[in-house]
């Protein structure tokens, strides 16, 4: 059972590249979630996925954007990325019930020069 | 949206010795879940404990929804235990927040 995978595990972009996080369950969970943790600092939520087909922004969408493919898999675009964009991404899954846990991927560390 | 704070941000602790590490969050929440983030930056699910008290080993966790904080307790501590623990809160389908986290630092 692999829970949630993402990929890559590490990328160096240079500024102005575009470049998509791949994310995938397989838990059967309806959320899921992409974070981006700067040095030092916690997890702040970039967008989040209630369940298939819906998406919303979180703290901080701005130079993002998602798609939710299907139940399983939820991406992450950078259209243009900038060096402030350089942080360590993880996703996320959890079910919408009670008794139910978040699960988390092990991260993508991105890097832009 | 709902604001989460942990203290203390720091902590550093002889091997042996017990601590306390405190979240508070602002409104009220129907999944609150402890993480530790390790040295190699992996998330840890620690415990699930939208209310009541969890055990697991030398780890237990409190919460008390009504006053919107929880606890954890780390007894007879291990220079394994160090990292950053994180709160983190929620409702069902909707988002999930991170608190700053605490940094543990257990000394040999």
Redesign the interface.
Same mark, same amino acid.
């Given at each position: 059972n692999a829970g949630v995978t993402q990929t890559p595990k590490f990328q160096v972009l240079k500024t102005g590249q575009s470049m998509t996080l791949q994310c995938a369950q397989d838990m059967n969970h309806?959320?899921m /979630?992409w974070?981006r943790q700067d040095p030092g600092?916690?997890?702040?939520?970039i967008y989040?996925s =209630?369940?298939e087909g819906t998406t919303?922004k +979180?703290?901080v969408p701005n130079g993002y954007n998602v798609s939710r493919l299907n139940k399983r898999e939820f991406s992450l675009r950078l259209e243009s990325a900038a060096p402030s964009q350089t942080s &360590?991404y993880?996703c996320?899954s959890?079910a %919408?019930?009670?008794?139910?846990? =978040?699960?988390?991927g092990? +991260?993508t560390?991105l890097t832009v020069v | +949206?709902i604001q989460v704070e942990q203290s203390p941000p720091d902590l550093i602790l002889q091997e042996g010795a017990n601590s306390t590490l405190r979240c508070n969050f602002s409104d009220s929440v @129907? @999944?609150l879940?402890w993480?530790h983030q390790n040295p190699w +930056?992996?998330?840890i @699910?620690l415990f699930?404990i939208p209310s009541g008290t969890k055990q697991n080993g030398r780890l237990s966790a409190t919460t008390v929804a009504t006053e919107r904080y929880s606890l954890l307790y780390i007894s007879s501590s291990q220079t394994t235990d160090s990292g950053v623990y994180?709160c =983190?809160v929620g409702n /069902?389908?909707?988002?999930? &927040?991170?608190? %700053?986290?605490t940094r543990l630092s257990v000394l040999p």
């Open positions: 309806n959320s /979630y974070y600092m916690g997890l702040r939520l989040y =209630a369940s919303d +979180g703290e &360590v993880f996320a959890s %919408p019930y009670r008794n139910t846990e =978040a699960f988390f092990q +991260g560390r | +949206g @129907n @999944n879940q993480f +930056g992996q998330l @699910n699930y994180f =983190a /069902y389908g909707q988002n999930f &927040v991170f608190g %700053p986290g």
